[in-house]
């Protein structure tokens, strides 16, 4: 009798200088298209600014909301999911693929195999930052083009892995591969 299995993990992607940058640069553009709003519009039109005004605060409120950004793991019977999410509304699927149909996983290591990943096509990033301490990479097949993906599974994820990838999989020294038992499994 097999149990299906499954595993999730959201991560948050912390905001960097450009995404500071970004959450200045909006508010300033939105406050100088009211203001050039105001200044081109005949007083008789003002209903219709008020309109203008209202798109202007909205799109505002929503480009700085997308700035937001997470990514969200899923492992369902040998199956792993890693979709990108943006202002907690719009989701992208960046991954997805078999875990025994990856060519490797191992840690990462800024600097290590940069010069053997070059000749990969696509590269996903997703990740905290560069400063997290649990980063993982694999190479595997998505949508028909080989691609990297850095990410930061949890040990449950691990352990999954292990269980489908076998060898392919390399551990990070120290790092232990522990089951939690609270884990939902349904059986088939």
Known sequence: MEFAQFIEKIVIKRKDSKDYAMMAA??????????????????????????LIGAVAYLMYYAVRMIYQEYEYAITVGELDID???????????????????????????GDNMSKWDSIPVKVEAISDYKAKDIYYFIGSYKGKRTLVLFQPSHEMLAACRK?????????????????????????
């Open 164 to 188: 489908y990838m076998g060898r392919k999989l390399t551990m990070r020294p120290g790092d232990e591969i522990l089951v939690s038992s609270n884990r939902e499994t349904i059986e088939d």
């Open 26 to 51: 909006i508010p300033v553009g939105a406050t100088l298209a009211i203001f050039a709003i105001l200044k081109i519009l005949p007083v008789s039109m003002m209903a219709f600014g008020a309109l």
């Open 84 to 110: 990108s999410i943006r202002g907690q509304r719009k989701r992208v699927r960046v991954f997805n693929g078999q875990l025994s149909n990856i060519e490797e996983m191992g840690p990462y290591y800024p």
